[in-house]
């Protein structure tokens, strides 16, 4: 009987000390938590700005009807590649040829006149040599005939307008590119020069322009930084990307060719236009896209995840990892945020681990098992 009392604490003391075991254990895991930690790295990092822009074709040409008539034939099809010089629309020219003729009878009226004139003259100055006539029949005559030539370039200007008229009643494409659709159609009526209407567009598109607009404080860092401040953009063959709209980049990078001479009062904004490429005729007129632009460079720059940071109202902290696997609270000084990254310019060296900042109440010195996470500071991917 009392062998089996010893037995059982025995029992009872093994069991009670594996518990122990067990609880020190669990505490010992409780006050070691897992905490993912990331290293600082060191690199040049750029600094890019992007800005909302609208497309337009290196050219951008309307169709506007010179005389007034009725459309007697459309010669294309919509949304088509046109040549220039392609015939597209044919007015009503019955009217104008009928113009035509009428100066086509001044003029040989005129020529007519002008050859009597000329007569006349021969005529009277031998006589007027020879005392026969006055001087003042004479000046007459040669008034006369100075008048009917003047007739005749009157009459000869007249008939040039009119041929003119006629030939701008056959509308013919200005430049090579792509037709839109058209605004008028056979047997509607189209007037001379009616402002802001046009018959269609032809855009070349072998190139395209894309415009945007930066704020005056950017123009002032980009010109503060161009050895050429007033062509800032264009003489430093600023190289211009282009996202389109469903997120991809576009693959033909650009160039700034043009800024506005001023920026504008109302809105404190100055309009640049870039050129790009358009090989595979991808782009149209009229896409809304944004324009990425570096605008600046920091060589040899701290960067570390956007949530290795813990701001405490103006101040910035990072949790940095020692040598004893202890966490200790470090204030850093912040610069520019890059994307999901932060520069840090003060507080922090390249290589050293800090811990991502996330529900986890992070204390000093506090005893953690560190989880090394790689992650790609261009991408900002975190794994």
């Known amino acids: 009987m009392i062998a089996t009392n010893k037995g059982l604490a025995a029992l009872a003391f093994i069991t009670l000390h594996l518990l122990s075991c067990e609880e020190q254990k669990q505490q010992k895991e409780q006050v070691a938590p897992e905490v993912m930690t990331v290293s600082v790295i060191q690199k040049t990092v750029p600094v890019y700005g992007e800005y909302v822009g609208e497309t337009y074709g290196k050219a951008d040409v309307a169709i506007q009807p010179q005389v007034d008539g009725t459309i007697v034939g459309i010669h294309f099809t919509e949304g088509s590649v046109v040549a220039k010089g392609q015939l597209l629309y044919t007015l009503d020219d019955e009217t104008l040829r009928n113009k035509v003729e009428q100066a086509e009878a001044r003029y040989a009226q005129a020529n007519t006149m002008m050859v009597k004139a000329k007569s ?17 029949e004479l000046d007459a005559a040669k008034a006369a005939y100075q008048a009917s030539k003047s007739e005749v370039d009157i009459a000869s200007a007249a008939l040039k307008n009119a041929k003119i008229d006629l030939g701008d009643a056959t509308l013919r494409a200005p430049i090579s590119g792509i037709i839109g659709i058209s605004k008028l159609q056979v047997g509607d009526h189209v007037a001379k020069l009616n402002l802001g209407e046009s018959l269609n567009m032809v855009s070349s598109i072998d190139q395209i322009r894309v415009r945007f607009t930066i704020s005056e404080d950017e123009y002032l860092e980009f010109a503060r930084r161009s050895k050429n401040n007033g062509d800032f953009m264009v003489t430093g063959k600023l190289p211009v990307v282009l996202i389109l709209s469903d997120g991809t980049i576009y693959d033909q990078t650009g160039s700034i060719n043009f800024t506005n001479r ?122």
């Open 120 to 136: 006349d003259l021969d005529r009277v100055e031998p006589l007027a040599t020879m005392k026969a006539l006055s001087q003042r």
């Open 262 to 383: 001023q920026i504008d009062p109302s809105t404190g904004s100055l309009l640049v236009q870039a050129l790009f490429p358009n090989p595979k005729q991808l782009m149209r007129p009229g896409q809304f896209v944004k324009v990425r632009i570096q605008k600046d460079l920091y060589p040899d720059a701290v960067v570390v995840p956007q949530q290795a940071i813990n701001q405490l109202q103006s101040k910035y902290q990072v949790f940095v990892l020692d040598d004893s696997s202890r966490i200790q609270p470090k204030l850093v000084v912040v610069g520019q945020r890059i994307g999901s990254n932060w520069i840090v310019t003060e507080g922090l060296k390249p290589g050293e681990q800090v811990a991502i900042v996330g529900s986890m109440m992070l204390k000093p010195a506090m005893q953690v098992r560190s989880k090394q996470l790689s992650w790609n500071a261009d991408s900002t991917d975190i794994k």
